[in-house]
């Protein structure tokens, strides 16, 4: 592995809260979209010369119909409960880095021109200009966000900073300065059906393949079907799954839960992904084109069931926003709602996470286990970011921490949370999220994971820990980066379900 171009910061027994270094990570920036790529996702690929007209009208445009974003705005009285809980700034020291400070980034042009005291007063109330530097400002600090809303949880009015970052995106976007990673994933994923664009036949090859090697591993034909009719169940889980390592043992996993649980199933081309990245740019239309596919899969393979893979981000999509993008859900009325809710099946939650799927096949004894089979492990787990703050799991509030770790306590015998304060509902952000896990943001994903890799150094300190499991493709391939920097080893991240694939008794 290459030697890093910067520092990587020291871990220490505790998060230390940084001294500020103003304009430490002014000099990251992601690389824009290029001209293809933006004219697909319907961008400008360059300023224009009345870009901050444009700039101004599209932020109009956003007040006006999220009316959560002017409340955003509006509400902060600058107290500081959100200073230190950004892992980006407890791991870069850049005060731009504080949720606050990001947040001031727009509020100062929100202020300058949708507000009588900044049209009268500007420098009185901390209004400023849209300017040239500022919009490159909000280039490189609205990517260095993973909108993870960890400072949300602390902020006593409850502002959404993931949300100002959204709009942030969504107007550099609309006047010719998308970020090139995710706007190329949205334009693969349109176009073929999956972020990696993997097309169906190397699909079909790739799953071929992993049915030879599970058989030649436990003697048992487990299958990976794809695009069969009539299944009961469609998977749509990350395309990480279909080949990258870890990711592939918990795809492996779900098929031999299928498998034990006698429960039909499919994978499908068309919506070979589940992640969704319009989540990301703040585009509620690039959002529902992409969950559209899911819809479609579901509505042509005749399925009554909808189940999601390991994938942070997608499964808050799927769980807060998929009743509304593609009728998949309860309660709708509508005819493009009845269509899809005529043929799934209401016994079952829809959407269904693998998770929940699984633990409760496990607990009503349908699949049976050997937790002895991961013994050498000794286990903690990552929760998630948008798994954690922005969705649920089964019936119960808090569902998405409590059957997580049920299911993982069901297939091995070593298990430690790491410390209170950096899991469950403030868990800290693998520093990947949100459209920066990308090689061209390497420093701030790096610096980033700073405060869960000092949670995790702890507990392997302390109980032995090797194996770190978490539900997120963009975690699992982040710390797969990041870790070795710290001096740990890649292998010991991985899924859920690959625990699960080790324990379980498939005769």
Not at 411 to 431: K, L, P, Q
Request: charged share 25%; hydrophobic share 40%.
């Amino acid at each position: 592995m290459a030697a890093a171009e910067f520092d990587i910061p020291e871990i220490k027994d505790y998060i230390e809260v940084p001294k500020l270094r103003e304009g430490v990570m002014a000099h990251a920036k992601t690389f824009l979209a290029p001209k293809p790529v933006q004219d697909f996702m319907g961008y400008p690929h360059e300023l224009a010369d009345n870009w901050k007209e444009s700039a101004l009208e599209k932020m109009g445009d956003l007040l006006g119909k999220y009316r959560s974003l002017k409340v955003f705005l509006d509400a902060c009285v600058h107290c500081g409960a959100c200073t230190d809980k950004c892992h980006y700034y407890l791991g870069t020291s850049d005060p731009k880095n504080m949720p606050v400070a990001r947040q001031d980034l727009m509020r100062q042009v929100y202020r300058r021109y949708f507000t009588t005291a900044g049209k009268l007063f500007p420098k009185l109330v901390g209004a400023k200009d849209l300017t040239k530097e500022v919009l490159d400002d909000w280039y490189n600090y609205y990517h260095q966000c993973s909108e993870c809303r960890r400072c949300s949880v602390f902020c006593p009015y409850g502002i959404d900073t993931a949300e100002i970052t959204m709009a942030g995106r969504e107007i550099l976007n609309h006047v010719g300065m998308g970020q090139k990673y995710s706007n190329e994933i949205l334009g693969k994923v349109q176009k073929i059906g999956n972020n990696l664009g993997l097309p169906g036949p190397a699909l079909l090859d790739t799953l071929e393949g992993l049915e030879e090697d599970i058989e030649a591993d436990t003697g048992v034909a487990v299958k990976l079907p794809i695009d069969v009719k009539g299944a009961e169940v469609l998977l749509v889980t990350p395309s990480a799954d279909f080949f990258s390592e870890p990711h592939v043992e918990s795809l492996i996993g779900y098929a031999k839960v299928f498998h034990a649980a006698g429960i039909s199933w499919t994978l499908s081309t068309h919506a070979s992904e589940a992640g969704n990245f319009g989540l990301f740019n703040g585009n509620y239309e690039t959002m529902r084109k992409v969950a559209m596919r899911i819809r479609d899969a579901a509505l042509e393979l005749g399925v009554k069931r909808i189940v999601v893979g390991e994938c942070g981000h997608a499964w808050r999509v799927a769980y807060s926003f998929w009743n509304t993008l593609t009728g998949i859900g309860y309660g709708a009325d509508d005819p493009f709602s009845i269509e899809l809710q005529k043929q799934l099946d209401p016994n079952y939650p829809q959407p269904q996470h693998i998770c929940e799927l699984t633990n409760d096949l496990i607990q009503s004894g349908r699949i049976k286990v050997d937790p002895s089979l991961n013994d050498d492990l000794i286990v903690t787990y990552h929760d998630s970011c948008n798994v954690a703050r922005a969705s649920r799991m089964g019936t119960e509030p808090g569902g998405q921490f409590t059957i997580p770790r049920e299911l993982i306590k069901s297939v091995v015998n070593n298990f430690h949370n790491m410390a209170d304060d950096t899991i469950y509902e403030s868990t800290f952000c693998c520093g990947g999220g949100g459209g920066l896990l990308t090689d061209d943001l390497m420093e701030v994903r790096v610096k980033g994971a700073l405060p869960r890799v000092t949670a995790l150094n702890n507990v392997v300190k302390e109980h032995k820990v090797n194996f770190m499991a978490t539900i997120c493709a963009i975690c699992k391939a982040q710390f797969t980066k990041v870790l070795p920097k710290y001096g740990f080893d890649m292998s010991m991240v991985g899924g859920v379900h690959q625990l699960v694939s080790k324990a379980i008794k498939l005769d």
